[in-house]
């Protein structure tokens, strides 16, 4: 508790300390009286201050004293002095008045223009030094004295000492703050403008875009359900363009969003429809757009010409696939060897084989796709991707291997395995356990007493599908030698699907607490059976 | 003497704050950019993506998603069902109650016929102990499992759910986000589609799911909260999601992963010890440790981030909640900074040690206190009349048109990427909620963080000496112990 307000203290002293400054700073700056006695003294003027000697003199004595020669000019019943700049002047004559004429000389003030008293004086000379207007034994000119600041108002026009323009350029905290404005300013504007362009265009082509789909809904549902194939064929490219809304053909948004619509009933549809729509997709030159999208420099407009390409099964470009299969733009490569796949007809998978870059889960997703179609109808050759210097061209050769279900091919893995990678040994593993590769226990039993965890892991559960009684020695043995709860899981879980006689028999004589947990674990009906 | 010191320090603080305003727009401006390119990006990349195949492929990774659950009776039923629906192939839902005082097990066992199991658990990361784990009887529900456990907070049941976990990937999310049904395929392309680097992590947006439209687990019509607070937290994850972890995203930079809605590589989370439980900011501390788990082993990694609308949850619209939400966040960042002071300015980690972390320490951490200063240092100059009108105006305006720019950017971005508030009265309200936020939010927002860095200062809620003195390397936290 008493931290606390300690904390809260100090922090009010922090917050308060600025304050405490600005005091002490603004008692510092006051000046006393005989200080500025002194000053208005010794100093032979002070910009703004005048004074001047005001005497009532008896007529007796008018013709005794020469006035005019001492500067003084008669004022009704007073004879005024010259204005004077200099208060040690005036003290002076004051003095002689007193002492020689036996007179009684009045003291005026003058700041500026207008008379003043004594303690206005004193004010006004203690702004001049605090704001270091006038500095005591520093000689002004008169020049520099012409446009000075007024503080206690004047009649003069105020003229500011420093030009605002050389202010500017002197400070460099507003050099900084002029180019923070103006970079704000200038990106900004940029920025506001650019965002403004791409919305508004994308608007735009959103209402086209939809346009064009309804124009051309009707055209096409017209060629495809009331012509014949035949029909079709016959037609020259000005025939099917009388199909068409007139002159749309020639804006290249039309024409992509006929192909997408093309390419959409195309994925849609069978049999003659889809020669249908491959026949009006080459009449209508739209091929030729799509072609003319592989120059573009941007790598979407190309990757969509390589989709549009091997959607409609554009045989002439594989020369140009061939160029782009190993494109450092990832879409571009990716989608380039999906067509090539696709449209070669190559059963040696040679495209993929010479892939230099490495290939991601994603693509190898997509090559499945394409080669489980094309094993559909060819046995593909698998032998050049296991046999590809790209490893992860092999890991994918290998899981092909299992995902079409290839036991031919389970040989080469056998011969791979001594040689392969971890990565490499993992997949062939993971292929004997989905290909029932039990002539390939050998290796199993190796990768059992690998150090590699995710080997010996992948290795336990292959012996759970395809391990013999040798197997089931060998996993107890294993057990002995780890510490791993996830190993001792898997382990008896392969025992147990193994043999459970033997698994039972080894958890009955067996008292450590992880071995009872995985028991229970293992005969939980739920756990087993859902 | 005094009066020198003073004028030094005056300028001495001139300076300064001239100087990280003029560091807040140039970094402001640079995410603006940097976010705009990523999305483009990302817009384009998603022409060529076909989500059905993940859906099926024996390539796409499995998904264990952990969902834990605090006091969740009224809703966790309808939640874990609407998880359960989500379109994907290998996945299971792992619902973690962390010591509900409601009768969440209850209704979940009733409902999903749950049976308590001898399940082996193995607590391979620390955590609270657990009370049973079931399974349902009926095999519709066989992804399920529910974990019923002491409690210890999120983080502590995150542990759990990880250890009870089987798949490549964890999935953490908060029970009550709705997600889109095809959430789970989206935030799996950035972990399938790197080919040179390891992808660790991959974050997504929240959306604020307040007076909005439901249907079928996805937000089917969008509409702005009533609220300021509402609409400004809709702006703000605008600005949040949509720029800001967009360009870290570009720069591989990003440090933090909302714990609502993130995905991890399972085998390094296991690695680098789980959440850290000790800290309220376990979602920022965990990617952080993750990251520099691959820096110290020279691992070349990635953290990944998806921009599409895929999450959507329920903000706080009372300024009671949302001040502890805001008081807890800043102490998460303060924690995790402090946590991992090593990277600071550390060229050894890279663009996280050299530029994610200083900013996020200058800009993040430190913001209510210049903020503040700043604000005292005005009305002390006021007070003496050292203060330039010129300044103060000229600074004035540019901060306030600087956020209003920023903020509209993000409105932008949103509506040139995704369009989902369409109504132009939505509009309309946003523009009013962007003109006075720096006005009528913000200043309450710093007033929250600096309470964060008082509680902090007194220690509440974390791990005090620990947090001090900070992890020496990545896989110091499973040293750590009750």
Redesign the interface.
Known sequence: MKKGYLRKFLFLIFLFSFFNISFIKGQNDSLSVEKIEEILTFEPSIQGLYYQLEVKTPKSQLGQIDFEEMNFSKSGDFLLSDTLVSYGKALEIKSLLETKYNLDPFLKYFIFDMVSDRESVNAYLSNLIRNEIFIPGIQITQEEMEGELIILGSKVPFKPFYKLRIKLLQDIKVILLLAILILFIFSSVILVLTMIFIKARKKEKEILTKRFKDLTYEPLSNLLFEKSLEEIMEYSKQDLEQFLPTNYLSKPLFKTVLIQEIISLNKNMKGDFKLKLKLIYRKLDLHQFTLSRLQSKRWDEVATGIVEINEMDLTEALPEMEKLVSNKNFYIRSNAVATQLNLSNDKNLTVLARQKYPLSSWQQMKYLRIIKFLSTQNLVKIIYLLESDNVSVRIFGIRLVRYLGRVDRIAKLSEMYPTASLPEKVEILRSFNALNAESELNHVHDALYSDQEELCLIAIQTLGNIGDENSQAFLIQRLGMIQSFALEKAILTSLATLNKDVFLNFVSTSTKASYMKIKDHLLDPILSNV | M??L??NI?VDLL??FF?FY??SI?VFY?LT??LSALEMRDHL??N??A?YK??IT?????SISIIAPAYNEANTVVQNVKSLLSLHYGKFEVILVNDGSKDDSINKLIENFQL?K??????E?ISAKPIKGVY?????SY?KLTVVDKENGGKADALNVGINISNNEIIACIDVDCILSSDSLTRMM?P??????RQVIAVGGVIGVANNCDVKDGTVTKYRVPETLLGRFQVIEYFRSFLMGRMAWTRVNGLMLISGAFGFFKRDLVMKVGGYFPKTVGEDMELVVRMRRYMEENKLPYKVGFIPDPLCWTEVPESEQVLSRQRNRWMRGTIETLQLHQKIRLNPEYGIMGMVSYPFWAIFEKMAPIFEILGV??T??MI??GDISA??FI??FI?IY??AI?IS??SI?YE??AYNNYKSSKDLNKLIKTILIEPFVIHPKLMWWGLKGHWDF?KGKGGWGVMIRKGFDKATDKQKVTE
């Open positions: 005094y009066s010191l003073f320090l001139g300076i001239l305003s003029f727009i401006l603006t950019v384009r990349k022409k060529f076909d195949d993940i492929s024996p390539l796409a990774p049976v199991t001898e399940y082996a658990y193995n391979s399974k349902s009887e009926n095999s066989s392309r972990f399938m589609e790197e080919t040179n005292i240092y009305i002390a007070i003496t010129l300044y000229g600074l540019l048109f600087f720019m509209s950017f932008l509506e040139i200062i």
